[in-house]
Structure formats: structure tokens, C-alpha cells
């Protein structure tokens, strides 16, 4: 069962902007590394954005980098701000946490929400 609650996926335009939020029941984010995830159509799920508990260690997937920002809102929440978006960032985004080190493999991974579709029309 889900604990996550992801929101904000859209349609948009090829180069705008969208802030994708994660909130979750209290504590869920506490000492847990956060990751933000997406799955096209016909794809492996796989690893987009993350950071460990404390900020200290913050992680992108290439394709994202320098476009997209993680960050933790508040005790509860998580947002990813995406922006340039292409038409491949198209996907159901989810997030997630690890009890431990930031990990970018989805397997390593439990309790998946269900996601918010984010399409980039061309």
C-alpha cells in the first residue's frame, strides 16, 4: 500500500515549468533518503532526483540536470521543480524513500504511490 501522495503533473508545453509535491504521513521523511522516480510508457521505472535526509547529499540523473530541483518542503513534503521541460521528461513521476543511503535504483524501493503524469506536448 501507498504511503506517498504524489500531485501537480500537467499537460505543458515543451520548455515550461512544473513543481511535482510528495507529501506522506508524519515522519515517513525522517532519516530516510528521498528520490523522485518516473515511468514512460513502456520503460523501466528509473531514477531522477534525490537527496539524503540532511541535504547534504543531493543527486541527479543526467538527463534532468541543471532543469530539475528537489527539494524538502517541510516535515512532510517534498517538491520536485522541473523546468525546460522536454517532451521525453514525459512519464508518471512517483516518490519515494530509503531507510539509509540515497540509492538510485527503483528496486531498492517499497510502497510506491500512484504517481502524477507529467506530458510534455512538442
Known amino acids: 500500500q501507498g504511503q506517498f501522495v504524489e500531485s501537480g503533473g500537467a499537460l505543458v508545453q515543451s520548455g515550461g515549468s512544473l513543481r511535482l509535491s510528495c507529501t506522506t504521513s508524519a515522519n515517513v521523511f525522517e532519516e530516510r533518503a528521498l528520490g523522485w522516480f518516473r515511468q514512460a510508457p513502456g520503460k523501466e521505472r528509473e531514477f531522477v532526483a534525490g537527496r539524503d535526509w540532511n541535504g547534504e547529499t543531493i543527486d541527479y540523473a543526467d538527463s534532468v540536470k541543471g532543469r530539475f530541483d528537489i527539494s524538502r518542503d517541510d516535515a512532510n513534503s517534498v517538491s520536485l521543480q522541473m523546468n525546460s521541460l522536454k517532451p521525453e521528461d514525459t512519464a508518471v513521476y512517483y516518490c519515494?524513500?530509503?531507510?539509509?543511503?540515497?540509492?538510485?535504483?527503483?528496486?531498492?524501493?517499497?510502497?510506491w504511490g500512484q504517481g502524477t503524469q507529467v506530458t510534455v506536448s512538442s
Open positions: 519515494n524513500v530509503h531507510l539509509g543511503d540515497l540509492l538510485r535504483d527503483p528496486a531498492e524501493y517499497d510502497y
